[in-house]
């Protein structure tokens, strides 16, 4: 049986009454309790109609409920689709009409106006799909699935501004999740301090599967805090995180070696962290934070060495069973040690995207190749150094941002002529979302006008921290706006 839930499953049944999700106070769940809790939803997602393939959109806070639900859709054979809390109606809009889920899971009193079923996972009444839950009965079972069967989608924006399902198969996501296991040294003593949201790669795949694989206690924050953090850090061996939240980390005086005297392992990603960061945090705690590299479609992809030397600026070796090339625009693999687009295959690499038999055509070469748009070189041992993105997409938070729906949406506003949104260093956020504004002179607009535009429509995430006035945009020879151009410009304006 393929089912990666089989898998986790199997791992995880010798610890069946060990603690697995906490939440500090607000009690806990053993593995057995969570696995009881994903057969009786697994039982109510049938009730609702959700079949084999079907697509359920999930956007719910971060809970115990939300682990289970995945687990319940994994087991059904249902496909898992989560979407960022910091989505706006509209937003999820695209993604339901894109989708066509048989069932929408929503927060109370949300997505209620959707063309489509929507039940709130908790409400104050009655009906709710938890309450649902408490009554049903267990659905013991585990549906077989093949390798290549989708067990999750995950939407991915792209430089159009029209949004990508990257559908993630069981073989994808369990060759992932063994190879990180194994990789970075998980055993079950492990307790992991999770951190992170669980709507993308990053929390709900690459932290729980590790910690289900051993059977490790989680530490479950609802929300990343560096009070909570500081507090929760000396019982925990491992923790994931993003850079933002590092550096948050650093900031506070409460972060010290002593804090971190339990914890083996401090991972990085979802964006670039600077060789300063790496630095500030060795001086602090005496510890190196290991660095990898992943993406939506192919869950990680690299990472620095558990034992062995940690180069601050990389992004490490390929990971088991994953292939890296880089190649120029055509393809050809460059010299060793030259800069090109990063491209890869493995077991790992979704199935393609949702719907869009073209694109996923078009982002892959011969051979299986798939080019990941992001531009790097290798050095005579293997490891990869990022050096940047062929595309302009923006890495803020950990989130990515992409230009393109931001000026789609500027660009309506009376009294502005066209916009360039951009991406700039800054010391909290890696990025920052800035947009240089050109106006028509038909109508004054400030960018309070300009905010307001964008409230309710995008998530607050990809708001500008900056609106910047401009006569132009420097454009090259074919009228193509030079985003390179502007951000050499700006990349001083977060500066200390």
Request: charged residues 20%; contains cysteine; glycine residues 10%.
């Amino acid at each position: 049986m393929t089912n990666l839930y089989s898998t986790l499953a199997e791992r995880f049944s010798s610890r069946l009454d060990a603690t697995f999700l906490r939440i500090p106070g607000g009690g806990s769940l053993t593995y057995r309790e969570v696995d009881q809790r994903s057969a009786r939803m697994a039982t109510v997602l049938r009730d609702f109609g959700v079949g084999i393939g079907d697509r359920v959109v999930v956007q719910i806070d971060k809970s115990t409920d939300n682990v289970a639900l995945y687990l319940a859709c994994l087991r059904t054979g249902a496909v898992f689709l989560p979407l960022n809390t910091a989505y706006t109606p509209g937003e999820v809009g695209y993604f339901v009409d894109d989708a066509a889920p048989t069932l929408v899971i929503a927060r109370p009193g949300t997505l209620d106006d959707l063309p489509t079923r929507v039940v709130h996972l908790d409400t104050d009444g009655t009906g709710s799909f938890a309450e649902a839950s408490d009554a049903a009965d267990a659905f013991d079972h585990v549906i077989e699935r093949a390798p290549g069967d989708v067990a999750a989608m995950l939407y991915t924006s792209g430089t159009t501004g029209r949004s990508k399902g990257a559908m993630l198969t069981h073989a994808n996501l369990t060759s992932n999740a063994l190879a990180l296991h194994e990789i970075w040294g998980f055993g079950p003593d492990d307790v992991l301090l999770h951190t992170l949201p669980i709507f993308h790669v990053h929390g709900l795949f690459v932290a729980l599967h590790c910690a289900m694989l051993s059977g490790n206690e989680v530490i479950f924050l609802p929300k990343f805090g560096p009070a909570e953090v500081v507090e929760q850090l000396p019982n925990a061996t491992v923790m994931m995180g993003v850079p933002t939240q590092y550096t948050r980390l650093i900031a506070d005086d409460r972060f010290t070696t002593n804090v971190c005297s339990s914890v083996r392992l401090f991972t990085s990603g979802s964006a670039p962290m600077t060789e300063a960061v790496h630095a500030d945090f060795t001086a602090r705690t005496g510890l190196q934070i290991l660095e990898r590299y992943g993406m939506t479609e192919a869950g990680m992809i690299t990472s620095n060495p558990y034992d062995g030397t940690r180069v601050p600026g990389t992004v490490g070796f390929p990971l088991p069973g994953v292939e890296l090339r880089v190649s120029d625009d055509d393809g050809a693999p460059v010299p060793t040690g030259e800069t090109g687009i990063v491209e890869i295959r493995s077991a790992g690499l979704f199935a393609g995207y949702w719907r869009m038999p073209e694109k996923t055509s078009a982002e892959h070469r011969d051979g299986g190749w798939f080019i990941t748009g992001d531009v790097g070189s290798v050095d005579a041992a293997g490891r990869l150094t990022l050096e940047g993105r062929s595309s302009d997409m923006i890495i803020s938070g950990g989130y990515n941002v992409y230009p393109k729906e931001i000026e789609m949406v500027l660009d309506e506003v009376p009294g502005v002529l066209e916009t360039g949104v951009i991406g700039v260093p800054h010391p909290d956020f890696g990025e920052a979302v800035v947009a240089i504004v050109v106006r028509d002179g038909s109508a004054e607009v400030t960018d309070a006008q300009l905010a307001a535009a964008l409230d309710g429509v995008l998530a607050r995430f990809k708001h500008p921290k900056q609106y910047i006035d401009a006569s132009e945009l420097p454009r090259n020879a074919m009228s193509k706006v030079q985003k390179a151009t502007l951000r050499t410009e700006h990349r001083a304006l977060f500066a200390d």
